[in-house]
């Protein structure tokens, strides 16, 4: 179909008259019906030639020579389209079509000038004519908009822009929202499969930061238009800005499954975020590249979807949804403010400005995105929406500037979900089998939560899983929950993760993985509140003892504090045993500075501290081992747990020291 329904039920009174007065005029109507332009054009000529007061014929050529391709001569629709309305100033179809020229004529920022002001003028002479017209009521809609986005702009440089007002700039802008919501329903009432009335609609919502009604706007697309790839693609966009990740996944596959291939493409290129020294790497393998990309980059390693990709993809749907630029035949994602948004996101606030300067002459529209931690200025020299980095012959200007941030970061993902919250965590290493070291990790989600799955993983350098363990904990709460992992000696990354219905937690550390073989050797120290003889369901159990971590490492001064260690390859002596001693003090931590820490130095103010000392043996050179320190006396804070073993058959010794409260 090359015209929209619309455009048919307009050309079927044409078509009726056509077949009982001018043979010629129905022949050019069917061609074009079929997208025979150039015959289409040879007979409208010829009826034009004939009768030069056939307002029918001129519309019909204003229709043919305004269509995209090799007859497109927008002059002559003009001046056709022009002929008509001459002949029938109050027929709503020949008008809807001149409105569509100047559609493709002037820039959006005409809709909203006070130096032009035929498409805003046409546009209510139309509805005057026909109160439900889809294409009018868009473009009122389309005015409101961008009186809205101003008045928001000069709201938010005086102060904030606040959505309940009713006065002022704010109030204004609020007023100017309410309409464009008003005319662009009115335009989906009338056509209700207009993409794009539904895309003003999302662009509205997504300016106004409004996920609430960008999720409603995207579901009624959806439904009028279930077989477009964008329906999916907005909606998509909306369920992931609401945080429904698992449902915005699905969208996206559809909508990109659907999506011409040259569309796909650029949603699933990583280009953009490839620096120089990348280059090499990618070339030879493009997909294996783009696969490691990602899953270094992925937050959550618990979900089956990458959220990181899915920011990926809603930041192109949006960016094309903000700044595609028909008139131009540029996308979203190609214009300058596509790339920042791409990159970074969209900005945590904006401010626009207009100057009028003459001497400097200067006459530009400015806008200026804030990140917080640094800003990006635009320029919109000829004020038709065409906005590019701020730049100056005088010397450094913002595109200096904002290509050397490009290539410092190229590009940056805070995923921070409303529903997160912090919890602590902990990972002790002790000797493995086979060479390999085993990882205890331990976590304390909130006292409440139910229902939980949580995981534990082990990342290499390029972001792929070595190892990994997860837990699904049905109803009752955890108090602390544990994993086991094994690995080979070297550096990774560990992820700790859990999620309940109400809440989700993920944290990641550098984790340095040590080789306990061949000499002797102490493990990391692991906190508990329990450490007992035997097997058991709950916590860890290694070399016959159960053991109830504590990864928070906090202690109630009443609280017997745990500490579970182990000693690898000690010297055998002639019985054939091993022999150790074991010091172990708590003492503060000092956090004084300054002149405090110096007069507790000079007047010798005493340390409290708790101190144990033991021996012990094992018919093995290796074993496990545990100490229990009373705290009952020592103050509430911080301190440190220092544990010192000596071996003594070699003489040889080691030491380990941990943080811990006391409260």
């Not at 000069?154 to 904030?160: D, M, N, V």
């Not at 945590?348 to 400097?360: C, F, K, P, Q, Y």
């Not at 990006?376 to 065409?386: H, I, N, Q, S, V």
């Amino acid at each position: 179909m090359r015209c929209s329904l619309f455009l048919l039920f307009a050309l079927l009174p044409v078509i009726a008259s056509a077949q009982s007065q001018d043979e010629p005029l129905t022949e050019a109507v069917l061609a074009y019906e079929t997208g025979k332009l150039g015959e289409a054009a040879g007979l409208l000529e010829t009826v034009v030639e004939r009768d030069r007061r056939n307002a029918e014929a001129h519309h019909m050529l204003a229709l043919v020579y305004g269509e995209a391709g090799p007859l497109r001569d927008e002059r002559l629709a003009r001046r056709h389209a022009e002929r008509a309305i001459e002949m029938a100033p109050d027929n709503v179809a020949y008008l809807e079509t001149r409105l569509r020229q100047l559609q493709r004529e002037l820039s959006e920022e005409r809709a909203f000038s006070m130096t032009d002001g035929r498409r805003a003028t046409l546009a209510r002479r139309i509805l005057a004519l026909d109160a439900s017209s889809a294409v009018a009521h868009e473009e009122r809609a389309l005015g409101y908009f961008l009186e809205f986005d101003w008045r928001r702009s000069l709201a938010e440089r005086q102060g904030g822009w606040d959505r309940t007002a009713e006065r002022g700039m704010s109030g204004a802008a609020n007023r100017a929202l309410r309409r464009a919501y008003d005319h662009v329903d009115q335009a989906l009432a009338a056509e209700p499969d207009r993409a794009s009335a539904h895309r003003l609609a999302l662009r509205t919502a997504a300016t106004a930061r409004d996920d609430a009604v960008f999720l409603a706007v995207a579901q009624r697309m959806k439904a009028a238009r279930f077989a477009d790839p964008d329906a999916d693609l907005f909606l998509g966009t909306a369920l992931y800005r609401r945080g429904q990740t698992a449902e915005a996944g699905g969208a996206f596959a559809a909508a990109l499954a659907a999506m011409p291939d040259d569309q796909r493409r650029a949603f699933e290129s990583i280009a953009l975020f490839i620096g120089s020294d990348d280059e090499p790497t990618f070339d030879a393998d493009p997909a294996g590249f783009t696969d490691s990309f990602w899953q270094r980059r992925d937050p959550r390693l618990l979900t089956t979807q990458n959220e990181r990709r899915l920011e990926h993809v809603a930041r192109l749907a949006l960016t094309d949804l903000l700044f595609t630029e028909p008139r131009r035949g540029r996308r979203g994602w190609e214009s300058t403010k596509g790339e920042v948004a791409v990159r970074y996101g969209l900005p945590r606030a904006e401010a626009t400005w207009l100057t009028n300067d003459i001497v400097g002459k200067d006459f530009s529209r400015y806008n200026r995105w804030n990140y917080g931690d640094f800003t990006l200025l635009f320029e919109d020299a000829f004020r038709d929406g065409d906005y590019e980095f701020w730049s100056s012959a005088a010397g450094k200007d913002e595109v200096t500037r904002a290509r050397s941030l490009m290539t410092r970061m190229p590009e940056r993902f805070d995923y921070a979900p409303p529903n997160r919250v912090a919890f602590p965590f902990a990972a002790a290493t002790f000797r493995g089998a086979g060479g390999t070291t085993d990882i205890v990790v331990s976590y304390s989600p909130p006292d409440d939560a139910r229902n939980i799955q949580a995981g534990a993983f082990l990342l290499d350098a390029n972001g792929e899983i070595v190892t990994e363990q997860r837990s699904t904990t049905p109803r009752a709460p955890v108090g602390v929950g544990a994993f086991e992992l094994g690995a080979t000696p070297g550096a990774y990354e560990l992820a700790v993760e859990f999620e309940t219905a109400e809440a989700v937690g993920f944290e990641r550390t550098a984790l340095a993985v040590p080789a306990y073989s061949g000499d002797f050797a102490l493990s990391d120290l692991l906190p508990a509140t329990i450490v007992e003889e035997g097997g058991g369901t709950a916590g860890v159990v290694r070399r016959g003892f159960q053991i109830m971590p504590a990864p928070a490492a906090t202690f109630a001064v009443e609280q017997p504090v745990y500490v579970y260690f182990e000693g690898y390859d000690l010297a055998m002596l002639d019985d054939g045993s091993s022999r150790y001693a074991v010091e172990v003090t708590l003492r503060p931590k000092d956090t004084a500075t300054g002149l405090a820490r110096l007069a507790r130095r000079l007047f010798g103010e005493r340390e409290r501290g708790v101190a144990v000392e033991f021996e012990g043996y094992s018919s093995a050179r290796s074993f496990g081992e545990y100490v229990v320190l009373d705290a009952r006396d020592q103050a509430s804070g911080p301190y440190l747990l220092t544990l010192r073993l000596r071996d003594l058959g070699s003489g040889n010794a080691l030491e380990r020291t941990t943080e811990l409260v006391l409260e």
